[in-house]
């Protein structure tokens, strides 16, 4: 097997270091419209930092990019739980489900 030159071992390096760095700020561009959603919904800025938190730790980007989306559609709560359920996502109804929980009763050690 033919071993890279050290400027194509660069070039991939770069590339991986760029495409992490692009999935960070559609995370992170998720993440806000997620917590910005839940505040609308009436969540308290305790509640949508351990949603967003909770949801993070338990899903893919691509799986908050589309909560994101379902949070733009909804104007309340009871129809942002309908939207995760009609999504049809197993994923986003069980990752939504437990992160509700967890932060509805959290373990206060």
């Known amino acids: 097997m033919k071993r890279l030159s050290k400027s194509g071992r660069t070039a991939i390096a770069?590339?991986?270091v760029m495409g992490s760095a692009v999935g960070a700020c559609v995370s992170?561009?998720?993440r806000s419209t997620i917590y910005d959603g839940m505040i609308k919904l009436g969540?308290?800025?305790?509640a949508a930092s351990c949603f967003v938190s909770?949801?993070?730790d338990r899903l893919s980007s691509d799986d908050l990019?589309?909560?994101a989306s379902l949070v733009d559609a909804v104007g309340d709560r009871s129809r942002f739980f309908s939207a995760v359920r009609d999504a049809g996502e197993p994923d986003?109804?069980?990752g939504v489900t437990a992160a509700s929980?967890?932060?509805a009763f959290p373990?206060?050690?």
């Open 43 to 46: 969540l308290s800025d305790d």
């Open 101 to 103: 929980f967890a932060c």
């Open 92 to 94: 986003i109804a069980q």
């Open 54 to 56: 909770e949801l993070d």
């Open 65 to 67: 990019n589309e909560i």
């Open 28 to 30: 992170t561009g998720a």
């Open 107 to 109: 373990d206060n050690d």
């Open 14 to 16: 770069a590339a991986l």
